[in-house]
């Protein structure tokens, strides 16, 4: 039971709650085993979804480039925002970080805490930027919520591709791990699920 409620809102993502649960049904029907009935989900779900971006794949396609547009356009004011402040707390604190700054490790860059802090800023900064471009698009596609977050994957792989056919001195392993922040599309499809659910709840 708690397999097949877990099915039915996998589906309810990308179509109506009771054409999901009719398809639920007559997919543990017809699956003679659980790795079967799952595949079976994943695929109706993401032909679905599918299918539904080919209908209209430019207009898709526009709305995930605005997507990205909006994502940088506040990623661009997030991190003027934190210069900002950074600034203003490296002002405050700049007595306690030369206390503990050794001379003979200065030529070797920025103390570790601030690395670190500005490390963790950049991953908040992706996060909260690409649940904010799910949220965008998502609520520019009613009904659809989740379409347009499959151009905008497309999208930032065609620029992954591009970027390393332009840099050909990137090796694979360096482009696949540069996927994971350029697509950042796990909190983007969070994004995407979260306006959808708040529009059917309604």
């Known amino acids: 039971m708690h397999s097949a409620q877990i099915a039915e809102w996998i589906l309810s993502l990308v179509t109506t709650p009771e054409r999901a649960a009719a398809t639920v049904g007559d997919l543990m029907e017809n699956a003679s085993s659980q790795g079967r009935f799952w595949f079976g989900v994943l ?9 539904e971006f080919a209908d209209d794949s430019v207009h898709t396609m526009g709305l ?8 940088i356009s506040v990623g661009i004011g997030m991190v003027l925002l934190f210069a900002v402040v950074s600034g203003f707390l490296a002002g405050l604190l700049s007595p306690i970080v030369e206390s503990s700054w050794h001379p003979t490790n200065a030529a070797d860059g920025p103390h570790p805490w601030v690395h670190a802090i500005g490390m963790m800023m950049g991953t908040a ?3 909260f930027t690409s649940f904010q471009a799910g949220c965008w698009m998502a609520r520019r596609a009613p009904g659809r ?6 151009g905008y994957t497309i ?14 001195q990137e090796s694979l392993s360096q482009f696949i791990l540069g996927l994971v922040p350029g697509f950042a599309w796990i909190p983007t499809v969070a994004g995407a699920v979260w306006i959808r659910k708040k529009q059917t709840s309604r």
Request: hydrophobic residues 65%.
């Open 155 to 168: 999208l930032g792989f065609v620029i992954a591709v591009t970027g390393l056919i332009w840099d050909r």
């Open 64 to 71: 995930a480039f605005r997507g990205l547009l909006v994502q």
């Open 43 to 51: 695929r109706t779900a993401v032909s679905l979804l599918w299918r």
């Open 125 to 127: 900064i992706v996060v």
């Open 145 to 150: 919520e989740l379409v347009p977050v499959m």
